[in-house]
Every structure is written in C-alpha cells, then in structure tokens.
C-alpha cells in the first residue's frame, strides 16, 4: 500500500459481502484517518451500483458509435475505473489510474440467434463481461 492511500470497505451488492479497496488518501470522501493498513470506512454505494453508472456510459458510447451514418465493424471501449468512497466507481482519466480495467469489444456479426441479447446495428458482444484489476 502507497503512503498516500488508504483503505476501505466497499460491499458487493448489498447483501452483507464487501471487499477492501485501496483509494488514494484526501480523495475518497473519508473523512476519519487511519494508520496504515487499518480501514478508514465503508463506501457509500455498492460496487453492483456503482458498475452500472459504469455500464450506462458504455452503452451510451456504444449506441453513439454505432448509429454513426458509416458505423465502424468494431467498435472497443477500455475504461479505468476507479473506487470512491463518497462518489462510487469513477471513470479514471486513463486505465493506469483505476482499480479496475474495463475492456469492452463489440464487433458486426451476423444475425443474432433466438434468444440472445440484440446490440445495437448488429454489434455482437465479444466482451465475455471481463474485468481485470489494474
């Protein structure tokens, strides 16, 4: 852990599980101090409800992109998201930055079948829902 982080909880999806997160010290809406390697406090929002503000910006990149007049045959999204107690998941400023790298691909495919989820203009998800810590 870097001296100008700290630690918190962060739940899962509201059921009682959560997990520490390392956030950057006077940035993550904590107001209590702890020594190091002690947890500062709980985030304010789960990280389920956090990864849909996340999700909402995805698919808005996505219908944007492939509404396009000439809409690109792949279209691919790499977010650095960051953990805040106060705000929730952050897009960060570049992959680098986040807790957790997003990398999302969607590419023009055939027909959907039955049954599967349709994306917009055609756009398979070939994501398989992957994210990996930074």
Do not use: Y
Request: proline share 7%; net charge negative.
């Amino acid at each position: 852990m870097s001296d100008n982080a700290q630690l918190i909880w962060v739940p899962l999806d509201g059921e009682g599980e959560r997990v520490v997160v390392e956030v950057p010290s006077g940035s993550s809406g904590i107001v209590r101090a702890a020594r190091p390697g002690e947890i500062a406090g709980t985030a304010a929002r789960s990280l389920a409800e956090s990864v849909d503000q996340v999700r909402a910006a995805a698919a808005l990149l996505l219908d944007r992109m492939t509404t396009m007049p000439n809409p690109p045959d792949t279209v691919e999204v790499e977010l650095g998201v960051k953990v805040n107690a106060e705000a929730g998941a952050i897009i960060a400023k570049t992959a680098a930055e986040g807790n957790f790298t997003i990398r999302l691909i969607w590419e023009r495919g055939e027909a959907v079948a039955p049954g599967e989820q349709d994306h917009p203009a055609g756009l398979a998800d070939r994501s398989g829902g992957h994210t990996s810590p930074s």
